[in-house]
């Protein structure tokens, strides 16, 4: 739930550029008479800045304020914390970050990562495992 509220903090500013994009557009005609629309420039503009905004919260969000307290956004509104294994304390940026693209291998194998913590005494996922790291409650 928690990735849920950041995801959805991350892309508002795109989907709402997208829909002034897609909803502004000069509807045409190409030279075989199939429809097609062109899309404003103040739209494009949009929808290039949105998808600059979209990383840059989705980074600050997921690495920067996750790394330094060891909450993102969404790990807030659910009372969760995650950090370090060993020492009890929030991760820093650069180990937030990793788990990020850990989370990578663990949809690659059939998302069996994301399912480890039924089995796992920690209730760790395998980033988790990856980055010596565990998510308690806040």
């Not at 790394?67 to 790990?75: D, E, L």
């Not at 929030?90 to 690659?108: I, M, N, T, Y």
Request: proline content about 4%; some cysteine; aromatic content about 10%.
């Amino acid at each position: 739930m928690a990735f849920l509220i950041d995801g959805l903090l991350a892309q508002g500013a795109f989907v709402v550029a997208t829909i002034y994009a897609v909803t502004t557009a000069t509807p045409s005609v190409d030279m075989y008479g199939n429809a097609t629309s062109d899309p404003t420039a103040l739209g494009d503009l949009l929808l290039a800045a949105s998808w600059f905004a979209m990383i840059g919260i989705w980074i600050w969000n997921r690495s920067v304020r996750r790394g330094r307290t060891g909450q993102s956004v969404g790990k807030s509104a659910m009372r969760i914390r995650l950090i370090s294994a060993a020492s009890g304390q929030p991760v820093g940026l650069g180990l937030a970050f990793g788990r990020d693209c850990a989370h990578v291998l663990e949809s690659s194998f059939f998302s069996l990562g994301y399912l480890w913590p039924l089995w796992d005494p920690m209730n760790q996922t395998f980033s988790d495992k990856i980055c010596s790291t565990v998510v308690v409650t806040a």
